[in-house]
């Protein structure tokens, strides 16, 4: 039997070590799971492929950030499969808290819900908690929503010119609220977001 230099050793025992996954190569934003927030089941509901992504606040109550995130979950989600609105769960796909802490809503390949008069077919549903007519977002939340923004664009092969707010389909709504919007009003979002989608790619 050979012996094995102890250089050779530590290349072998090297070569056998998980490789870890580089930032660029993963999502930016950890997404907590439904489980996070003890959600229901979802009743069964229609498919589609996404292709566009829409912004939207929940628009109730201010949330501060020290506020229990999951509970609000917990009483949208309460609200919306019940007798009120008989929808099939909670109506977004990923809810960013005041906190910055984003949240996994309904399953993504699932159609979304609204109260206004547009059809969310093909919207991939991004939802903040509370009202941001009366909310300010901070630069923390900023990052968060243009990175959470860039990973789903990466991920589901949609183009940063398909970033909308509720607002530009629906003439019956001012979400996500006049502080939202107004960074999508003068552009920077969108900028931002194919910024940080070319800096991904080298």
Not at 51 to 76: C, M, S, W, Y
Not at 166 to 173: F, I, K, L, V
Not at 176 to 200: C, H, M, Q
Request: charge should be negative; charged fraction near 25%.
């Amino acid at each position: 039997m050979k012996a094995i230099f102890p250089g050779a050793l530590i290349y072998f025992v090297f070569c056998l070590m998980p490789v870890p996954v580089r930032a660029a190569d993963a999502d930016t934003v950890v997404i907590q799971p439904r489980s996070s927030w003890s959600a229901d089941e979802p009743r069964p509901y229609k498919q589609h492929e996404l292709t566009r992504i829409t912004v939207h606040h929940e628009g109730g109550r201010i949330l501060p950030p020290t506020a229990d995130a999951g509970q609000r979950l917990k009483n949208i989600q309460i609200w919306s499969m019940g007798p009120a609105r008989n929808w099939t769960d909670i109506p977004y796909h990923i809810l960013i808290a005041p906190d910055g802490t984003v949240y996994q809503g309904r399953d993504v390949h699932t159609v979304g819900e609204t109260n206004t008069e547009y059809n969310p077919e093909g919207h991939l549903l991004i939802s903040f908690l509370g009202n941001y007519t009366q909310q300010k977002l901070d630069e923390h939340l900023l990052e968060v929503l243009t990175d959470l923004l860039r990973d789903m664009c990466l991920k589901y092969d949609i183009s940063p010119d398909q970033i909308a707010t509720h607002r530009d389909y629906s003439a019956q709504t001012t979400c996500p609220g006049e502080d939202i919007y107004s960074y999508f009003k003068s552009g920077y979002i969108i900028k931002e977001v194919k910024r940080k989608i070319l800096l991904k790619d080298q």
